[in-house]
């Protein structure tokens, strides 16, 4: 039987900000090694917007598609299923090695590597 997708149910908006935290983990000088071992804190949560975006790293990521950065609620059901442990809502966050091998699917979907 093939693994459940989304086994934690997590909403869309929770899905989005989860794949956003991700790539933030893995953008050099954005991230470095937490107290737990393979878990990383998260900081520069998100760049100045350029009207309907933004970049995170060599990404381009739409504002509707990143509410879930500043929004408590989306953090705290992170948080509840293990997956983040928000340290300084909205500025640090620390990926959890669950919510670092979370997948969302919604990679290619949110990160657009397009010329600007």
Request: hydrophobic share 45%.
């Amino acid at each position: 039987m093939a693994p459940k997708k989304n086994p934690l149910n997590l909403n869309p908006l929770q899905l989005k900000t989860l794949t956003l935290l991700q790539h933030l983990a893995r953008i050099p000088g954005n991230a470095r090694p937490a107290d737990e071992p393979g878990a990383f804190l998260v900081q520069n949560i998100a760049g100045p917007p350029h009207g309907d975006h933004f970049h995170l790293g060599d990404a381009i990521v739409f504002t509707r598609d990143a509410t879930g950065l500043m929004n408590r609620a989306a953090w705290t059901a992170l948080e509840r299923k293990g997956l983040i442990r928000a340290e300084q809502f909205p500025a640090l966050a620390v990926l959890t090695t669950a919510g670092l091998g979370y997948d969302t699917g919604l990679a290619a979907t949110i990160l657009h590597r397009e010329a600007h």
